[in-house]
């Protein structure tokens, strides 16, 4: 039974009970407590020394809950939908007047009784997007070698050959003849120049003094 008509049974105010038991304001008692009350005319005897030792009083914050409306997933279901917001399947069939197991189509709207300060977000997990560069970007033209790709031309740049294709209307399989011209996006404080292997230039051989 509810609270008020416990206390309706036992003709006390809802003050006096908190008083007698020690319960805080908005303290929710949950089932099993034991609880003090006031002796009734036709029931003189306390419970059993065991039950008295045993009895605790197990309290839960008063939580105020409002209605939250979420739609439903690609193949969801009421125990999908209870298990990522952390209540139970019956809980939520109770608040939509659907049964455990009725079918849900995509986007129909599911009603929720959560925590006022609760927002209807699921958990889910976090996935890193990829930093974006902070760097702004400036268009390059390069010239193509002799035999060079669209490939050979990101690898040296480090680009995706996919992009190369895109800033220049091409697939990536497009010939290149030599000479052609590539526009590449590039950070603004980079130069369109590849990295190229250093060779020294062999020494200039000394020369020997013949004589006269």
Excluded: C
């Excluded at 304001?25 to 029931?43: D, E, F, N, Q, Y």
């Excluded at 009603?111 to 902070?134: D, E, F, N, Q």
């Excluded at 990536?172 to 230039?201: D, E, F, W, Y």
């Amino acid at each position: 039974p509810s609270l008020e008509i416990f206390l309706e049974y036992l003709d006390m105010s809802e003050e006096e009970f908190r008083q007698i038991n020690k319960i805080p304001p908005r303290m929710l008692i949950k089932a099993g407590s034991a609880l003090l009350v006031p002796r009734m005319l036709h029931h003189q005897n306390d419970v059993s020394a065991k039950l008295a030792d045993s009895g605790q009083l197990n309290l839960a914050p008063d939580v105020t809950m409002r209605k939250h409306i979420i739609k439903a997933r690609k193949n969801d279901s009421l125990v999908l939908i209870a298990k990522r917001y952390k209540v139970t399947a019956d809980q939520v069939a109770q608040w939509n007047g659907l049964s455990v197991n009725s079918p849900l189509r995509p986007g129909q709207k599911i009603s929720l009784m959560l925590p006022a300060k609760a927002k209807a977000r699921a958990k889910t997990k976090k996935v890193k997007a990829p930093a974006a560069a902070s760097r702004k970007m400036r268009k390059h033209i390069i010239k193509a070698r002799k035999n060079d790709s669209l490939v050979l031309i990101a690898k040296r740049y480090k680009v995706t050959a996919d992009q190369v294709a895109q800033w220049n209307g091409l697939s990536v399989n497009s010939p290149l003849r030599p000479g052609q011209k590539i526009s590449l996006m590039l950070p603004a404080k980079a130069k369109a120049r590849a990295k190229t292997k250093k060779v020294k230039a062999p020494a200039a051989a000394s020369r020997k003094k013949t004589p006269p």
